[in-house]
């Protein structure tokens, strides 16, 4: 529900190291009897942590999160009827957050203005039916915190000595507060909620403590994530402690060149008596910390290390008899846990940690089935579709688009629609309608898709392929140069042609489903014309295609751009340079999400487990075996002698080379929407690769699905639960298909001998 706001944003007199704290003491009125209920709506040019007489109102943080601000800045309403007082304060913690603080790898912040500012407003109404409102205007105070630096990539000081507690107790002596005044802005930009907020999830402690042969005090967590560290110290007042963050170790050391200039570096200046470090301004990527200025010896139970990201539910699950895929699974949702956090980013640690529009047009599939993130997603669509009506229709590289503001990279042309990546607009509302159904959703991003769609119908060369322009193709080819990840094999427009062939089907698909029937017709005839143009140009008799390497195999066969002969003889082709390659990996972001499904749906199954089970570089299993927690951007990000990779871009956590856990879910696992939403469900699980057993399960919004196959003395045995609401086709290999519906249901098949 909107809001309608009165208060003013305001703005501290002094910037107060960027992070000043906002006050506003009031009393209620009276003679209206008790609170009956009581809203706090808050929001800022920044970040804000709320209080009401001292106590904190939430256990979100980083609200109100990273919106496109200029024309979307969200607010979090909370029931604070507990919390009210006769006499109370109101308190406003500000930080610089996305707002004003460092954003991409230029160096530079403040992209979407110099001034912090908060604005709230508490709306309380009395047993009598009284109202009242307090909100945020001159009459309020601004002072200082003992935060005195904080940024998202540099990391968070604070300093103890100033921590202070009676700001926020009625009656307070403040000195050295100042006033505040008002910042003009369109109160249309604000929005509430539409996605989850952000929340401390969980919370792991060391595994082990050392000291490095350069004597630095390390500490492993066992697990790359994305959070802060906590700890309670207590020594000599003004002694600094400090916290440095890293994914990995290099020469035993903390390894923090892939950071590049991002500081992630926290302290806190001691105060002489118990001090309590939290540092809530920043977040940062790691799975090692170096921590020094440590009063006496530092212990496993000294520190923690605390997990935050959007709150999102967990519906999908899978396990099977390899312990090393389970892993590779892990590391896929921890790589998603670390990268949505509020916008779903390319990684979590560097100068960097935008929302690439190409990442999440991958993974997309893979993300609906394993969390709800039907709200995240749906936020981020918004702003999708607000930078592309401020663009003429163009979706840019990274959502919120600060690339607009800072530039992109010399050796980018000018900024235009890109295959995969622009793609987005349409792809992720289609993986969110085919994992979850929602009609009134599909309807709110269709003129984003349409816009997208109709954009690059302009583009097309005369012979119907999108052929001209930049393109990222294949991009982080794993046989392209290290320092320049664009040069793949792939030919672009073979990449490019294919991915709108896809594009126009799904919009034409929309299109039927919400009843826009000239719309349907209009972009199924441009796909036919696409799809024709594509054979005639690119491929020849027996199904090779233009540059004849994996990827442009995996996405004629993955997208339906072939038929019959061709269609087989595309499949044998992937094969065999699969083969050829040992099974190593060949291919970058447009290929990967598509390989081992084209390679099963074309007679090649062996072919596909072999390719996902291989553990050399490149493969899927070579981080795991490296110690991977997290799904790398590279490939190699860590070279087999430990060292990490030399190119300048490198991170230990990018989950788009994860999106093959959408073919484990519908392969091994065996769940296979068949429509919207998982009201009718294949499950068809495919054994292969040697594996014994495999789970999985998914929550949809009829209930649980799941399966559990198992073979033994060649029998496969499998158990299906299916819920209320919910269809499912049983289709087990070498049988015949076999609907059931709700309950729990046990099949057996002897297996087939070659």
């Given at each position: 529900m909107t809001h309608d706001w009165t208060a003013d944003l305001i703005a501290p007199d002094q910037d107060f190291g960027g992070a000043p704290l906002l006050r506003k003491e009031f009393t209620l009125d009276g003679g209206h009897g008790s609170v009956a209920e009581a809203t706090l709506h808050v929001t800022a040019h920044g970040i804000v942590e709320p209080t009401l007489n001292g106590a904190t109102v939430s256990d979100e943080v980083l609200t109100p999160g990273w919106s496109s601000y200029e024309w979307r800045l969200r607010y979090r309403s909370y029931d604070v009827s507990d919390l009210v007082a006769q006499t109370s304060v109101l308190g406003l913690a500000l930080g610089n957050g996305?707002?004003?603080?460092?954003?991409?790898?230029?160096?530079?912040?403040?992209?979407?203005?110099?001034?912090?500012?908060?604005?709230?407003?508490?709306?309380?109404?009395?047993?009598?039916?009284?109202?009242?409102?307090?909100?945020?205007?001159?009459?309020?105070?601004?002072?200082?915190?003992?935060?005195?630096?904080?940024?998202?990539?540099?990391?968070?000081?604070?300093?103890?000595?100033?921590?202070?507690?009676?700001?926020?107790?009625?009656?307070?002596?403040?000195?050295?507060?100042?006033?505040?005044?008002?910042?003009?802005?369109?109160?249309?930009?604000?929005?509430?909620?539409?996605?989850?907020?952000?929340?401390?999830?969980?919370?792991?402690?060391?595994?082990?403590?050392?000291?490095?042969?350069?004597?630095?005090?390390?500490?492993?967590?066992?697990?790359?994530?994305?959070?802060?560290?906590?700890?309670?110290?207590?020594?000599?007042?003004?002694?600094?402690?400090?916290?440095?963050?890293?994914?990995?170790?290099?020469?035993?050391?903390?390894?923090?060149?892939?950071?590049?200039?991002?500081?992630?570096?926290?302290?806190?200046?001691?105060?002489?008596?118990?001090?309590?470090?939290?540092?809530?301004?920043?977040?940062?990527g790691f799975r090692y910390a170096e921590v020094s200025g440590w009063p006496g010896a530092l212990t496993a139970d000294s520190i923690e290390a605390?997990?935050?990201?959007?709150?999102?539910?967990?519906?999908?699950?899978?396990?099977?008899?390899?312990?090393?895929?389970?892993?590779?699974?892990?590391?896929?949702?921890?790589?998603?846990?670390?990268?949505?956090?509020?916008?779903?980013?390319?990684?979590?640690?560097?100068?960097?940690?935008?929302?690439?529009?190409?990442?999440?047009?991958?993974?997309?599939?893979?993300?609906?089935?394993?969390?709800?993130v039907s709200g995240f997603l749906g936020s981020w669509l918004v702003d999708v579709d607000l930078e592309q009506r401020h663009a003429d229709g163009l979706v840019p590289f990274v959502v919120p688009d600060v690339l607009k503001y800072m530039g992109v990279p010399e050796d980018f042309p000018d900024p235009d629609s890109t295959a995969i990546w622009s793609d987005a607009a349409v792809w992720v509302p289609w993986a969110l309608w085919e994992a979850y159904g929602d009609r009134e959703a599909l309807a709110r991003h269709y003129p984003a898709m349409t816009a997208h769609t109709r954009r690059v119908e302009g583009l097309l060369s005369d012979t119907d392929l999108w052929d001209t322009g930049f393109q990222f193709g294949d991009w982080l080819d794993p046989q392209a140069p290290p320092d320049d990840p664009i040069k793949a094999k792939a030919d672009s427009g073979v990449v490019a042609t294919a991915c709108y062939y896809r594009t126009l089907r799904q919009v034409s698909a929309a299109a039927e489903v919400l009843g826009e029937t000239d719309d349907a017709g209009y972009f199924a005839a441009l796909a036919d014309r696409v799809r024709s143009a594509f054979g005639k140009h690119y491929v020849t008799d027996g199904g090779r295609i233009t540059s004849d390497c994996a990827t442009v195999y995996a996405l004629a066969i993955a997208f339906d751009l072939l038929d019959g002969a061709d269609r087989q003889g595309a499949g044998d082709r992937l094969a065999e340079l699969a083969r050829a390659n040992g099974y190593r990996i060949s291919t970058g972001f447009a290929g990967t999400p598509f390989v081992t499904g084209a390679l099963s749906a074309t007679g090649?199954?062996?072919?596909?487990?072999?390719?996902?089970?291989?553990?050399?570089?490149?493969?899927?299993?070579?981080?795991?075996?490296?110690?991977?927690?997290?799904?790398?951007?590279r490939w190699d990000s860590m070279l087999p002698d430990g060292t990490i990779n030399p190119g300048e871009m490198t991170s230990f956590n990018h989950y788009a080379l994860g999106a093959v856990a959408d073919w484990m879910h519908r392969t091994i696992g065996g769940i296979v929407p068949l429509a919207p939403g998982y009201d009718r469900v294949a499950i068809a699980p495919q054994p292969g690769g040697g594996l014994s057993w495999a789970k999985a399960s998914l929550r949809t919004r009829r209930g649980l699905i799941a399966t559990h196959w198992s073979i033994d003395d060649e029998t496969m045995t499998l158990h299906l639960e299916v819920p209320a609401g919910v269809t499912a086709v049983v289709r087990l290999p070498g049988g015949q298909d076999e609907e059931v519906g709700e309950g729990r249901h046990d099949f057996s098949r002897r297996r087939e001998t070659p």
């Open positions: 996305w707002f004003r603080g460092r954003l991409g790898w230029s160096g530079e912040g403040a992209f979407y203005g110099s001034e912090l500012a908060g604005l709230a407003e508490l709306y309380v109404v009395f047993a009598d039916g009284h109202r009242q409102v307090v909100g945020t205007d001159t009459t309020w105070q601004a002072g200082p915190s003992d935060t005195v630096a904080n940024d998202l990539y540099d990391g968070q000081t604070i300093d103890a000595r100033l921590a202070a507690t009676e700001w926020a107790a009625p009656g307070a002596a403040l000195p050295g507060w100042v006033g505040v005044h008002t910042v003009e802005h369109d109160v249309a930009r604000l929005q509430p909620y539409v996605g989850p907020p952000v929340r401390r999830q969980e919370v792991l402690r060391p595994v082990r403590v050392w000291t490095s042969p350069a004597g630095a005090t390390l500490v492993d967590f066992g697990q790359n994530l994305v959070g802060w560290v906590r700890f309670t110290v207590q020594g000599p007042a003004g002694t600094e402690v400090t916290v440095r963050h890293a994914e990995v170790l290099e020469h035993d050391e903390l390894g923090t060149r892939p950071l590049r200039s991002a500081r992630a570096t926290d302290r806190i200046i001691l105060s002489g008596g118990v001090d309590s470090f939290e540092p809530t301004k920043t977040f940062h605390v997990v935050v990201h959007s709150d999102l539910r967990r519906t999908g699950t899978f396990e099977c008899s390899d312990q090393l895929l389970n892993q590779l699974h892990d590391n896929v949702v921890w790589g998603l846990k670390g990268n949505f956090l509020d916008v779903p980013t390319d990684c979590p640690q560097r100068d960097e940690r935008l929302g690439w529009t190409g990442d999440i047009a991958a993974f997309a599939p893979s993300a609906a089935y394993l969390y709800d090649h199954l062996d072919d596909a487990y072999r390719l996902l089970l291989e553990r050399e570089c490149p493969s899927w299993l070579y981080p795991v075996t490296m110690g991977a927690t997290t799904v790398w951007e």
